[in-house]
Every structure is written in C-alpha cells, then in structure tokens.
C-alpha cells in the first residue's frame, strides 16, 4: 500500500537549521509530486511548498522563501525538506503529502520543537 | 492569495443527524479547461495527519464511508455529512489547490450534541 514515512522528532535551537525526511513506498515516485504542510501546536495547517519529483521543479510559500529547501532523491524515492534559521514560530508538526490533485496521501508528521 | 474562508468554526449535531460546512474561496477555482474544480476537503482527527475525504470538490476517496459528500463550484463549496457518527469527530479543512500558495480553510471542528 501507499506510504510515506517520516523521519523522527527534533529539537533545535534558534538559528539552527532541520532536515526532515520523507521516505515513500507503494507507488511510482515520479509520478506524484509532494507537498509539505506545517501545523503549529493548537493551529490551521499552512502549505509550505510544493516539488516535482518528476523534474525537481520547487514552488515556495513566499514567506518561507529563502529559508526552506525541499529535494528529492528518486534512486530511494525518499523526499527531503530543509528549513534554515530557525525561530521559536517554526516550532511546529511537519507533514509531507503525495499530490494527486489535492493532497491524496500524508506522513505521519514530524514534530520540530525550536527552544533556547 | 485566494483566502479560504470556512463556516461555520465549530458545530455540534445529534448522531444520526446532518452536518453541513460551508467553504467560501475569495476566487474562482474551477478550471474551465479541465470543468475540475480544485478544492479538497479533509478531516484531521486529534494527533492524526489530515486524512482526504474527497477530490476535485466532489470526489470522494477510496474507503471514505457515503454519508460523506462534497458539492459546489466555483468560489462556493459544502461538504455534506448526511448520518453523523461519533467517529466523525473531528475538525475539517477546505484546501484549494487552483494556484500558489495553495491555502486552507481555518478548520470547522465537528463534535456531538
């Protein structure tokens, strides 16, 4: 069955940066573009970019530009996102999701805690 | 930025009774090409990851019990729950997905009368 795994739960201190990863299985990667979603603790979801695994074209929230990467490595179908500089605002659950026309398939999520 | 606006925040419904969520996209969403409009709608139960319940505003996921259901188009959207069960508890999103920044509804939370 479909499936993306998550890497597990970080701590990291102002400034910092995460990688969170996003392992996939059940499917063909090219195929499906992935999306990565934040919620901060008690809050809405908030769409943070999205990237072809396809082509490997990336389109960024605007207020995340300049801070998050997002790559993928199609040799083991894993999808990576990157967020630089933390602050204590980042501190949120991280969640990727296959694209199929909405967001078909979730991870399980990825808690990021920033704090001195 | 299309703003995705839901109504009403919270709502409480007996078992067995309908629950009805409105979503309001400050612009069009339907790809007149394609005749797709491109709005989901999801259910977050608490320490869960959001779960779609259905596509292309009326389209429902695999496995997604039938008193599901989602209508509209355009910049109007409902998404319906005909029989409400106690596992339907839980807070919904509208998502559209037209164009960047793809953006959210701020969440309808379903409880129990």
């Known amino acids: 069955q479909v499936q993306l795994v998550q890497s597990g739960a970080e701590v990291k201190k102002p400034g910092a940066s995460v990688t969170v990863s996003c392992k996939t299985s059940?499917?063909?990667?090219?195929?499906?573009?992935i999306s990565w979603v934040r919620q901060a603790p008690g809050q809405g979801l908030e769409w943070m970019g999205w990237i072809s695994t396809y082509n490997g074209n990336t389109n960024y929230a605007q207020r995340l530009r300049g801070r998050v990467t997002m790559t993928t490595d199609t040799s083991t179908s894993t999808a990576y996102m990157d967020l630089r500089n933390l602050r204590s605002d980042d501190t949120a659950v991280y969640y990727c999701?296959?694209?199929?026309?909405?967001?078909?398939?979730w991870g399980q999520g990825t808690t990021v805690t920033v704090s001195s | 930025d299309i703003v995705m606006t839901q109504s009403p925040d919270s709502l409480a419904v007996s078992l067995g009774e309908r629950a009805t969520i409105n979503c309001k996209s400050s612009?069009?969403?339907?790809?007149?090409?394609?005749?797709?409009?491109?709005l989901g709608w999801y259910q977050q139960k608490p320490g869960q990851p959001p779960k779609l319940l259905i596509n292309w505003s009326s389209t429902r996921e695999s496995g997604v019990p039938d008193r599901f259901s989602g209508s509209g188009s355009g910049t109007d959207f409902t998404l319906t729950i005909s029989s409400l069960q106690a596992e339907d508890v839980a807070v919904y999103y509208c998502q559209q997905y037209y164009s960047t920044p793809w953006t959210f509804g701020q969440g309808t939370k379903v409880e129990i009368k």
């Open positions: 059940g499917y063909n990667f090219a195929n499906y573009g």
């Open positions: 999701a296959r694209v199929g026309g909405a967001m078909d398939v």
């Open positions: 612009q069009n969403v339907l790809d007149s090409s394609s005749n797709k409009n491109f």
